[in-house]
């Protein structure tokens, strides 16, 4: 299961006098990723490089920022990608400290600033969440309220009309599961919003 990350961490290496600023976070897209980045650079005006990666979805990023190629960014995409991570962020603030570190150093200077980070971070599951809707008779509102709450489901809302339309959402991967249960229970009286019942089982 995919991780991400409940909430930013920073690091800081010194290396040969250069000093390299670390932080892992929590991210949605690349646009909300450039927007960091940028706020980096006007945080820190005396910096050498901003490097960054990113894991989100179709939209992952390696940025050297004037770094010799494939000795930032995508080092630190890897560490990353290593640890399963989805949705998440890692930039690396240098201060260039005169002495030049090489290939070999740069790679191993942005890959534990990444990985320091990573340690103290709270890393937790990504749920994809399932929405539905159906309607029942006012007597078996209390049976599907129940049902609801033994799977762990949110209920987002209620309405009481001729009959009781309930929204709810739930992790995906319960979802067939529950929709089968309450088809049965209901026994034919509970009807699924937006045709949602047909795509109960997939």
């Known amino acids: 299961m995919p991780l991400t990350l409940a909430e930013p961490v920073h690091s800081e290496l010194i290396i040969k006098k250069s000093r390299f600023i670390g932080c892992v976070q929590p991210m949605a897209d690349r646009a909300s990723a450039q927007k960091v980045v940028a706020g980096l650079w006007a945080e820190h005006p005396g910096a ?48 260039f400290g005169g002495i030049k570190l090489g290939a070999g150093g740069l790679v191993r200077a942005y890959t534990d600033s990444v990985a320091q980070a990573l340690l103290a971070a709270t890393k937790v599951p990504i749920v994809r969440l399932r929405m539905l809707g159906c309607t029942v008779p006012y007597a078996q509102e209390g049976m599907l309220r129940r049902e609801l709450d033994a799977a762990g489901a949110a209920l987002l809302d209620v309405a009481h009309g001729q009959a009781v339309t309930l929204r709810f959402s739930l992790a995906e991967d319960a979802a067939a599961g529950l929709v089968g249960r309450l088809n049965e229970l209901g026994q034919g009286r509970l009807l699924w919003l937006d045709g949602q019942e047909a795509s109960g089982g997939e």
């Open 48 to 95: 050498r490089h901003v490097c960054w990666a990113l894991l989100a979805g179709g939209q992952s990023a390696a940025v050297d920022d004037g770094e010799p190629s494939g000795t930032a960014g995508r080092p630190m995409l890897d560490v990353l990608r290593h640890q399963d991570l989805e949705g998440v962020l890692a930039t690396v603030v240098r201060y």
